[in-house]
């Protein structure tokens, strides 16, 4: 298997960390009601590598950002609540500072102890961050000599401390977490045992246009789930009431649909759906016995016929990657198709690969996450490597290729 993502980047197996000052930027963009956090997933990916760095005597300095503040007056968005909770599992003394100037971070280095971490507050409450801003960069790169990346989630971003930070600095690399993703995705790329099905949902099409378009040649077949299935059947002819729709898109599913069944491979619809008045009207709510929608009444979910049609090729499957749910599955009774996906997914023996996303937190709530091979920390950044898209945060760490090294033909 190659690693097409890893080639010429150090991992940090790679690095002499003691009393080294270590600026690791992690995904620690957890989901937070009224302060307190309702999914640790990230947070317990990000163990590995700060133990690791801690172990071998390093300074560290941790960043992430944290939802999308306007500015650092959006104190809802403070690393605060994230700070306490790595104090607990990392039996460490994490410092969380509010200012990532370079003054308050050296002094704080200087007496920084064994068993203490320094945490810096939301990156993005710096305009900085999101404009790839090298002033921001500068300043970090002034106290670190170390900089490591662990981040998954963020590194489609070109951002100042994915991309601009790592320019600066000549020690860079990478963390267990990303190491990990890149290896199973790669999998996923490079001759995947077949058969070999992909499971997409969500709400878009148009989303997943790229991702279609990668894997069309590598799956032996698509089941289509969620709202981008009305799509996909309003293509088709099949009348979908007044299901989300994606028209602008039709004329491509209609393609698509074409091209899948000229190479020979599987396109599951869903035969029979949930459907309900609206969305938030779940008493009106019964199961068609066919695929038709009538006028009135949309799709939220996809039927018990679909769901075993679904398990039934899932049951076969040696590789599966699934992204994006089957319906409203944050609704529980909407939620029967995507945790019946889960289950199957946790009963069969192949290698299953969840995108991040919505398709992470579906697992999560399944309660079937820890019978995956892999769920994904990183939903775009995921679909992004997929498709073929290079990550600014990888690509900065490779070693730049030297004008004078490139071998001309003779």
Same mark, same amino acid.
């Given at each position: ?10 991992? =940090? ?6 009393? /080294?000052?270590?600026? &690791?930027? %992690?995904?620690? #963009? *957890?989901?937070? +009601?009224? @302060? ?68 308050? =971070? ?6 920084? /102890?064994?068993?203490? &971490?320094? %945490?810096?507050? #939301? *990156?993005?409450? +710096?305009? @900085? ?91 032996? @077949? ?189």
């Amino acid at each position: 298997m190659s690693s097409r993502g890893l080639r010429g980047i150090k991992t =940090v197996r790679d690095f002499e960390f003691k009393d /080294k000052v270590v600026f &690791l930027r %992690l995904d620690l #963009n *957890v989901p937070l +009601e009224d @302060g307190k956090i309702t999914d640790e997933t990230r947070i317990q990916a990000a163990l590995p590598t700060i133990k690791y760095i801690q172990e071998k005597g390093g300074k560290i300095v941790m960043a992430s950002h944290l939802g999308r503040p306007q500015s650092a007056q959006d104190k809802q968005y403070s690393m605060e609540p994230i700070a306490l909770r790595l104090t607990e599992l990392l039996s460490s003394e994490v410092l969380l500072v509010e200012e990532p100037s370079a003054e308050a =971070v050296k002094g704080l280095l200087i007496g920084l /102890k064994k068993n203490q &971490l320094i %945490l810096l507050e #939301n *990156v993005r409450f +710096e305009p @900085g961050e999101t404009k790839n801003s090298p002033e921001f960069a500068h300043v970090i790169a002034s106290y670190a000599q170390i900089y490591i990346n662990d981040a998954f989630g963020a590194s489609h971003r070109a951002h100042s401390t994915i991309h601009a930070l790592p320019e600066l600095m000549k020690e860079k690399g990478i963390g267990f977490l990303i190491e990990k993703e890149i290896q199973m995705l790669d999998q996923l790329l490079d001759q995947p045992q077949k058969p070999y099905l992909a499971i997409l949902g969500g709400s878009k099409v148009s989303d997943k246009i790229s991702v279609i378009e990668k894997l069309i040649d590598l799956v032996d @077949g698509f089941l289509i789930g969620g709202a981008m299935a009305y799509t996909f059947l309003k293509a088709q002819g099949t009348p979908v009431g007044k299901s989300l729709v994606e028209e602008d898109k039709l004329k491509y599913a209609r393609e698509m649909i074409e091209r899948i069944a000229a190479r020979g491979k599987t396109l599951l619809l869903p035969v029979d759906h949930v459907i309900t008045t609206s969305i938030t009207d779940t008493a009106s709510r019964k199961t068609t016995d066919n695929a038709v929608i009538q006028d009135g009444w949309m799709g939220v979910d996809i039927g018990p016929q679909t769901i075993k049609n679904y398990s039934a090729a899932i049951s076969e499957a040696k590789t599966v990657f699934w992204n994006g749910p089957m319906g409203v599955f944050e609704t529980d009774e909407f939620s029967k198709g995507t945790f019946g996906i889960a289950e199957s997914l946790a009963k069969c023996s192949a290698m299953k690969i969840v995108g991040g996303g919505d398709s992470a937190a579906a697992a999560e709530a399944s309660g079937f996450a820890s019978q995956m091979t892999h769920i994904s920390t990183g939903g775009g950044a995921s679909l992004e490597y997929l498709q073929g898209d290079k990550l600014p945060g990888l690509e900065v760490l490779r070693p730049k290729i030297k004008t004078s090294e490139v071998i001309k033909p003779s």
